[in-house]
């Protein structure tokens, strides 16, 4: 947001509302300007003062300019639009009604050529510099040139001549002040106004960054009455109703932890649960402003997003780590493993000999696998998704499968749809995602002494969704066990690094797609993949060349 603020003032045009009053302010002074010429005009004779040149022509003269005065009153607001032009032709009048005016009414000719310095000053305050200058030279030629020919008709009227043009002057001086000062005037609007947004948007900004915080935030009174809350505190509350505003009954453990801290000052810096069903939270407190107790403003720390960001801080370290040291790794594994293997090949090796090496192989294995495991959090490659016919690419997943392991008595075979699924997804990281499930199916999901039964399913889920599953009839996953599977780390197997499915969901999500365990009636378990479904046309035309 840029705080530089582009002065508003370079034509000298007002803004409406300022303009508005500026006119109301001009057209009033002129309604009491005709009722001074009308004052005039009508003084009873036995006075003596002001002496009319001509009775008929000052009176005509003073009731129009009434007229007139009171017609501008009453269109000040409609003549808004229309400013420059309506205040131009308005001080024309002026002019000309003050010059008559002088004329008839020579005694008081002062006082009318000071209002009319007035009518110039408040047009100066609406109108451009020249075109007020313009009406300040008008008007200085009107008294001037009365002046000069009632100094050829009596003579002798050099001190009129003098004050008219002493007049002029300051016609011209009050018109340039009234000018400059308009510019500072919409100078400061602007400014004032460009502020007045600035500050509406910065707070729209901070109300929106708060409202967003994933740290819970609450305001809080002395008679322990929540006046505001953002949505992650009301979600860390419970969701409390929103008529509910008492603090000790929404959160009762909260309240005794704020009553606490103002009577002691201590923080108890402990996790706690304000909810069920709602993550725990560290509360911190603070006030608004020193000394005051009026208002404590309460911050609530999820402990989740804090272990989650551990975490994510511990597998970006790791990543790191890893790819520093896997070659160091690898070279003296792939030489222990090419020894063993050339000693397997030995004639004279003893049966306990040949166990030993067998063992050395496996763990040669287990090893490798764990830096594979390993090396893919730290090269989290960008997924090229290309449109898939998900029962083609099943069979031609399972068939390269089983040519590369040994199944054995254990079975895997496709179930498709009887129509093209197509999906949009990378076949490589699809394939190294099913692969691990698969893997993981054959190798756990077996009931103990059979053999496992796995199925690869390529079918439709509801509103057309691409579906692709991994089912086995195994014992299944606990309830407990099944809400960790999937974060790092996590195994139930003593050789298991606990990072498989965890990479499988990271490269399902890099793929605009979603990796979900689901328990299967009657035992056995399925590991679901919904993927995004391609576009009608492009999936058809895939599906043909594929085909």
Known sequence: MSNTVQPAYPTARPAPEAARHELLFLNCFRLAQALVYIG???????LGWPKLADVGLARGVAVLFLLFALGMLSLTRRSTPWLRWTVSGALVVDIIAAVLAI???????????????????????????????????????GVIGHSVLEAQAQGGMDRELLESSLFGLAYFAITMLCYVLSRQIRASEALAEQRGVD?????????????????????????????????????????????QRDLGRVASELSRRLYHWMTSGKLDESATQLADGVPEVVPRFTRLAPNDDSHVLIFLDDTSLVSRRAEELTLSSLGRLS??????????????????????????????????????????VRLNEIIENILQLSRRERSRPETLDLGTWANQFVDEYRQGNDLGEDSLRVIQASTPVAAVADPQQLQQVVWNLVQNALRYGRMPGEPARVMVVARHGEHGVPILEVIDRGPGIAPKVAAQIFEPFYTTHEYGTGLGLYLARQMSEANQASLEYVRVAGGGSCFRLVLTPARVGKATGDAAAAG
């Not at 005039?40 to 036995?46: K, N, R």
């Not at 004329?103 to 408040?122: E, F, P, Q, S, Y």
Request: glycine content about 4%.
């Open 40 to 46: 005039l005009a009508l003084s009873p004779s036995t």
């Open 103 to 141: 004329v008839t009414m020579h005694d008081a000719r002062i006082g009318i050529a000071m209002m009319l310095a007035v009518n110039l000053a408040a047009g100066a305050l609406i109108l451009p510099l020249r075109l007020s200058c313009f009406f300040a030279a008008l008007a200085t030629l």
């Open 199 to 243: 500050l509406a948007n910065l707070a729209q900004v901070n109300e929106l960054i708060i409202r967003r915080m994933k740290t819970g935030v609450l305001l809080v009174d002395d008679a322990n009455r929540i006046h505001q809350m953002n949505e992650s505190a009301w979600m860390l509350l419970g969701n409390p109703p929103a008529d």
């Open 323 to 364: 790819a520093s040291i896997a070659h160091e790794i690898r070279n003296p594994l792939a030489a222990i493993r090419y020894s063993a293997q050339l000693l397997a090949e030995s004639e004279d090796l003893p049966p306990t000999d040949q166990r030993m090496v067998e063992i050395i192989n496996n763990h040669c």
